[in-house]
């Protein structure tokens, strides 16, 4: 064979293996090969790119983030509306749409499907001789941007499929951030000391929007296909559509649902609402469709919205409450951030007696007050927040808030750069400011040091045993000293210090994310200790070589490189590794899989005897298996204890694998 032909063979190879294992880790959540594997094929596919750019193809998963910024979004005109759904709030609305439906399709039977409406940013992707060419947002609904290369930024979108007879369709969906990638998005804002973006929505809508698709690569965006349509083969139902986006490889949500009449509908959608806070994702209702296109047709439009679809909106996640205070929290990078403490209230599954403010211009914007009465919510927002003051029931001594000139903690002057809305405190010894950063690294998802509570390091922080964290490994020396101190005595003061030794077992991933650095949750440090195997390949790594790790993104890079360049951080982590914490990973661990857990996804919910959700999930992760937090059916086993909720439900439903602890026991065993 000619060596032409070879290097094209070995690049189709590669394209191949990299594109299916993004199949199956983002789409089906089942990795079969080890990130490392993944990283040397696309490096070596890269490096063979860049030697024969001849051979670059715009499916190549190399080009998923375009080296240069787009400098403006064109627009494109959607074949097809992407109308927009008339909303319904209860059952006598979904009674009425039935009618409707009845009155015009007259004798003829009909049938409904039922998805999920996401809380996300609906796109459509244009594919082309079966490679995706255009991708584009909603806009109006006649015309939106076309943002083909932020899409392609996302792993679970093919670049390119393989249909029998399809070559060239379009698919509809929705872009959107998990809840727990959410959170963690905010965590990386506060280390930074930004503006807390509001909700997932709106933090994917605007990630879309940037003209640098690199920063849109490092965001963790999601997305789930609901629509098929091709001129080269006729449809008969909105599900054949679907079946065809599945066997297309294209990610499809589980809770379609195809149902029989109005009745069955209410019913899913009590089912839905139920599970709705169990779900990894934001969704605020449900979209209910008549299945035949035939019928879609004859139905028609009425202005911008189809007559044969509805969405069944839930009853908003809101309560009203009073503000008894309004108090400023400082970060550990500084920023001040405005909190009302409100009368405790029930709210969406937990009682809430504080609820963020985000910063002072939106203290400004909804004009709150001490003393307001206030709606706060949580639907959309994993932070609960204040979204409006009841003016009606305002009192009339109610004085306007001022945002504070100097940091409540340490009397420090605040600072508000021009461009932000933030206030900060800059002094780096701020009492609040240390105390941040060790209650980091001490906290569950860190080293997890059990008796240093908040209180707990507040007092020794007076006491001057610590200054940061490092001191906490040669807190033993004060040892008398804390036994001394009041309601302290020899047993507490033994726990503390057995907690202390005891976080010395905890793993290199766990460290490293205890480190603090900004942008690195846990996710990030678990990819950047497997990947780099010991804290001084880290150290020395380039910021190229971390922009090669998988789901490593630019700014996490420079973040990276930026900590580890700055001397004191060498000798915080030198002083660790004197105290004997763990810096590179278990060899033993890493290689031990069993074969009954090893790429299996389990569903953990309950009680279980002996073993606490975080032990059982370590277990089931270093033998190969992973978890999930919602149930599916990708799921193989719900290992279930006492007082198991909905999920129990749900993955008997589902005709899911159902273990007890014994049962998981004997599996490893």
Known sequence: MPAQEKIIKKVNELRKKILDADYKYYTLAQPDIDDLKYDMMLKELHEIENKYPELITSDSPTQRVSESPTKKFDVVYHNIPMLSLSNSYDFNDLNDFDKRIKNLLGNQKYEYVCELKFDGLAVSLIYENEK?????????????????????????????????????????????????????INEEQELKGEKLFANPRNTAAGTLKQKDSKAVAARPLNFYSYYFYTDEIKLKTHTEGVKILEQLKFPVNSHYKKLNNIEEVKTYCNEIEQIRDDLPYEIDGVVIKINSLEQQQKLGFVSRSPRWAIAYKFKAKQQITKVKNIVCQVGRVGTITPVAELEPVFLAGSTISRATLHNFDEIERLDIRIGDY???????????????????????????????????????????????????????????????????????????????????????????????YTDIYGLHIHRDKIISLERFGEKSAENILSGIELSKQKPFDKVLFALGIRHIGERTAKILAKHFENIDN????????????????????????????????????????????????????????????????????????????????????????????????????????????SKLEKAKSLGIKIISEEEFKKLIS
């Open 374 to 468: 206030v709606k706060i919510e949580k639907g959309g927002d994993v932070i609960p927040k204040v979204t409006e003051v009841i003016k009606d029931k305002r009192t009339k001594n109610l004085v306007k808030y001022s945002a504070p000139e100097k940091c409540p903690a340490c009397g420090s002057q605040l600072e508000k750069p021009e461009d932000e809305v933030n206030y900060y405190c800059i002094n780096f010894n701020c009492p609040a400011q240390v105390q941040g950063r060790i209650e980091h690294f001490v906290s569950r998802d860190a080293m997890e040091i059990e008796g240093l509570g908040q209180s707990i390091i507040e007092i020794f922080i007076k006491e001057g045993f610590v200054k940061n």
């Open 132 to 184: 995706f060419a255009i991708g584009a947002t909603r806009g109006d609904g006649e015309k939106g941007d076309n943002i083909t290369q932020n899409l392609k930024t996302i792993k679970s979108i093919p670049l390119s499929v393989k249909g029998d007879k399809i070559k060239n369709f379009e698919v509809r969906g929705e872009v959107f951030i998990k809840k727990d990638d959410f959170i963690k």
């Open 538 to 645: 880290l150290i020395n790594a380039s910021e190229e070589q971390l922009n090669e790790v998988r789901e490593i993104g630019p700014k996490i890079a420079i973040s990276v490189r930026d900590f580890f360049s700055k001397k004191e951080n060498l000798e915080i982590i030198d002083k660790l590794k004197s105290a004997g914490l763990k810096f590179e990973i278990d060899t033993s661990v890493k290689s031990k899989t069993h074969p009954n857990i090893l790429n299996k996804t389990f569903v953990l919910t309950g009680t279980l005897p002996t073993y606490s959700r975080d032990e059982a999930s370590k277990i089931i992760e270093d033998l190969g298996g992973k978890t999930s937090s919602s149930v599916s059916k990708k799921t193989d086993y719900l290992l279930a204890g006492e007082e198991a909720g």
